[in-house]
T-cell receptor, first 114, second 113 residues
Framework: DGGITQSPKYLFRKEGQNVTLSCEQN?????MYWYRQDPGQGLRLIYY???????QKGDIAEGYSVSREKKESFPLTVTSAQKNPTAFYLC?????????????FGAGSRLTVL | DAKTTQPPSMDCAEGRAANLPCNHS???????VYWYRQIHSQGPQYIIH???NNETNEMASLIITEDRKSSTLILPHATLRDTAVYYC??????????????FGKGTHLIIQP
């Protein structure tokens, strides 16, 4: 079945460490996205990519970095510069073309900084 | 994007229709109404979208008022598995597909047995 796979599902990190969250899709979607969700809050856009080797900052990009070397993959690195990284991270993809904004989401990765 | 307003929480009895309202009084002519839902600790799931006509699919119905300033998502026979946070989003249809959607706090729908 086509879908989005995020790993790891749970991750613990010490302060000052960088950590990379994986996101892989087999939907042949051009656009991919990273969102952050804090308890009781909505989703906030971190980065998005409309095409391979190109990406744009979302609303809360500071302290995060991404790459898009392959269509299927859009890893997110949470750097030590992110002041409050403990959160639920969601990856999504869409066809990216002009048209309906139907996003397909992964199951999420929960990051806890100790 | 136009702003949406949703009640923070709602209850509904199992087997009854769940009607979730959304106000979007500043919606513009090229903006669609989208509904997603998020079951606890999972990724959001697309439900339905529409412009001005009522829409129905296997999950739900979407009723949009004639002036398009509000809409209602209807789950016709709610089950316990429909307990989730429901997000109403307005967004242009063309040209805005690739730069993401803005998810507010949504409505926490609780289906009571």
């Amino acid at each position: 079945d086509g879908g989005i796979t995020q790993s790891p599902k749970y991750l613990f990190r010490k302060e000052g460490q960088n950590v990379t969250l994986s996101c892989e899709q087999n939907l042949n979607h051009d656009a991919m996205y990273w969102y952050r969700q804090d308890p009781g809050q909505g989703l906030r856009l971190i980065y998005y990519s409309q095409i391979v080797n190109d990406f744009q900052k979302g609303d809360i990009a500071e302290g995060y970095s991404v790459s898009r070397e392959k269509k299927e993959s859009f890893p997110l690195t949470v750097t030590s510069a992110q002041k409050n990284p403990t959160a639920f991270y969601l990856c999504a993809s869409s066809t990216g073309t002009a048209g309906a904004n139907v996003l397909t989401f992964g199951a999420g990765s929960r990051l806890t900084v100790l | 994007d136009a702003k949406t307003t949703q009640p923070p929480s709602m209850d509904c009895a199992e087997g009854r229709a769940a009607n979730l309202p959304c106000n979007h009084s500043t919606i513009s002519g090229n903006e669609y109404v989208y509904w997603y839902r998020q079951i606890h600790s999972q990724g959001p799931q697309y439900i339905i979208h529409g412009l001005k006509n009522n829409e129905t699919n296997e999950m739900a119905s979407l009723i949009i008022t004639e002036d398009r300033k509000s809409s209602t998502l209807i789950l016709p026979h709610a089950t316990l598995r429909d307990t989730a946070v429901y997000y109403c989003i307005v967004r242009p249809f063309s040209g805005g597909g690739a730069d993401g959607l803005t998810f507010g706090k949504g409505t926490h729908l609780i289906i009571q047995p």
